[in-house]
């Protein structure tokens, strides 16, 4: 069985002081819960209090990027070991925001993936077509190619702790989600070209979907198959909508 995985993306948001007092509500509030796994992925600067925060919780954190080079010359860029040092066991891969506005490709993902995985950092690996692909009616090549490329070259034990996030650019801060059956469809996919990839961690692997996840949308979204927990931006940054979210098999 897969652990669901709800996991907060808080994006360029929040200050030191407003991430610590979200995670102190948000802890109190979800301190019972043993069946949904806890992930908040603050910015860099406000990693080190976060942690210091939930320490001892169920709530672990991420960083939502890294660098692949262990240390050196690459001004302003945060390498793995850093990455960890904060207390991160988490790191998002490839989101597609930074594919948009940082050039991030199917290559520079691969090589930040394994550079994680091989410091023991877990990488959610972030997946999804814009809505001119969908269009165009390509979204299962865009999809393949960005598995293929951008988690080749992983052992079975890698493939199965590595986390997928499908996050359909489309949906992403619009307020439209994809259908529960759009977004299985595609998971369902990434699932199969895992599996001829890296046969049995296809089982293993945890599938995320993410863009407008809401308390309204979740549970619709929880009930299909290949959806293994969310990754959410807007409804995570308050410590009420996320305590929705993470308690939505209790909620409905
Ligand atoms: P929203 O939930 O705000 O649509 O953002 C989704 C996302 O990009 C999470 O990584």
């Not at 672990?60 to 850093?82: D, R, Y």
């Not at 814009?130 to 090549?141: D, G, I, K, P, W």
């Not at 469809?185 to 293993?204: H, L, N, S």
Request: glycine share 8%; net charge neutral; aromatic share 8%.
């Amino acid at each position: 069985m897969r652990k669901p995985l709800m996991a907060g993306n808080w994006k360029m948001n929040k200050t030191i002081l407003e991430a610590v007092s979200v995670v102190k509500a948000l802890k109190s509030a979800v301190a019972d819960i043993s069946d949904v796994e806890i992930l908040l992925c603050p910015s860099f600067t406000a990693l080190y209090a976060v942690n210091n925060e939930v320490k001892g919780s169920n709530i672990s954190i991420g960083a939502q990027n890294l660098f692949w080079e262990t240390k050196g010359a690459f001004t302003g860029e945060v390498s793995p070991a850093m990455v960890k040092d904060t207390g991160c066991s988490y790191v998002l891969v490839g989101h597609s925001e930074r594919r948009q506005y940082f050039g991030e490709t199917n290559e520079t993902v691969n090589k930040k993936t394994r550079a994680a995985l091989a410091i023991d950092l877990i990488p959610v690996v972030c997946v999804g077509e814009t809505l001119a692909e969908r269009e165009s009616n390509v979204t299962f090549q865009i999809i393949e190619k960005q598995i293929e490329e951008g988690l080749a070259g992983l052992t079975p034990k890698q493939a199965s702790l590595t986390v997928i996030a499908y996050e359909p650019v489309w949906a992403i801060g619009t307020g439209k989600t994809a259908t529960p059956e759009q977004a299985q469809e595609v998971q369902a996919f990434v699932r199969k070209i895992y599996a001829q990839i890296y046969r049995e961690a296809a089982d293993k692997v945890r599938i995320l979907y993410g863009g407008s996840v809401n308390p309204g949308n979740v549970s619709e979204l929880m009930k299909q198959p290949d959806i293994d927990g969310g990754l959410v931006g807007g409804a995570s940054l308050e410590a009420e909508s996320f305590v929705k979210l993470v308690k939505y098999s209790v909620a409905n």
